[in-house]
């Protein structure tokens, strides 16, 4: 059975079908960059934070006051923390698209879904991917900064 074969009916429950796939996929999407939100925060905190009380430490004002690899430790915590998030979150909405995309290949054969719609790379996907790039760039330079760890 096809498509084509379907009456007037069925083609409108076959376009509710198709238009409810798609707002699946939107929804995975806000998921997806409601955790890039929330991991590029801990990324950007962390980082500041690091820098923020390095420079008071390293200051005639801030020296012995605060302990000399305790901006480092709290900064790369935050940045890793990020990190972690953002690559959960990036793992689970690739697997969700995954099974996704076989559901809708399995509409499309059994002839609910016309198979006339694309269903492209997700760009928040690409983003995501990025953000996890930036994130371990600043790990990196928090600990290029500060030298090994006592």
């Known amino acids: 059975m096809s498509y084509e074969d379907l009456g007037p009916n069925e083609k409108m429950a076959s376009l509710r079908t198709s238009l409810s796939v798609q707002r ?45 690899r305790a901006p480092a430790r709290f900064g790369l915590a935050l940045v890793f923390i990020g990190v972690l998030v953002l690559l959960a979150g990036t793992l689970f909405h690739y697997q969700y698209l995954v099974q996704l995309r076989r559901q809708r290949k399995e509409l499309i054969e059994r002839g609910f879904l016309p198979g006339t719609s694309a269903f492209p790379v997700s760009m928040s996907l690409v983003t995501s991917f990025l953000l996890l790039l930036v994130g371990l760039a600043a790990a990196l330079s928090i600990m290029l900064r500060v030298g090994p760890f006592s």
């Open 24 to 68: 699946t996929r939107m929804a995975a999407e806000r998921t997806l960059m409601a955790t890039m939100r929330t991991s590029l925060s801990l990324i950007g905190f962390g980082f500041t934070i690091f820098t923020f009380f390095q420079r008071i430490s390293d200051g005639p004002v801030g020296s012995g006051i605060i302990p000399a």
